[in-house]
Nanobody
Framework: QVQLVESGGGLVQAGGSLRLSCVAS????????MGWFRQAPGKEREFVAA????????NYADSVKGRFTISRENAKNTVYLQMNSLKPEDTAVYFC????????????????????WGQGTQVTVSS
């Protein structure tokens, strides 16, 4: 069992930066692939970024490539999402998720491939 807690959200102006953190309050993350997703009001949850169990491979949604960076520190049981050059359209609740390392990498953006989810943290980008 894994319990995930996100933090680091807030209000920022367009062009600014935020760093989200996801910590496992129970369980360990070093046996899971980790992902970040987001959900804006009235929209479906969408994939943002993912990182393999050992951090060797990452994947990003086209909308955030070159602006966001996912990383992890397994020793600290923590995954990060560094968000730079934020845009108003990045406004959403951001969730981290843990999924089995057996997931085919081409499926890493599919939310149904994740077993554990955090409660989310709000990111609001003003224009």
């Amino acid at each position: 069992q894994v319990q995930l807690v996100e933090s680091g959200g807030g209000l920022v102006q367009a062009g600014g930066s935020l760093r989200l953190s996801c910590v496992a309050s129970e369980g360990t993350l070093n046996t899971y692939n980790m992902g970040w997703f987001r959900q804006a009001p009235g929209k479906e949850r969408e994939f943002v970024a993912a990182i393999r169990r050992r951090g060797g491979s990452t994947n990003y949604a086209d909308s955030v490539k070159g602006r966001f960076t996912i990383s992890r520190e397994n020793a600290k049981n923590t995954v990060y999402l560094q968000m730079n050059s934020l845009k108003p359209e990045d406004t959403a609740v951001y969730f981290c998720a843990a999924g089995p390392m057996s997931t085919i990498w081409s499926e890493i953006g599919n939310p149904t491939r994740y077993d554990y989810w955090g409660q989310g943290t709000q990111v609001t980008v003003s224009s």
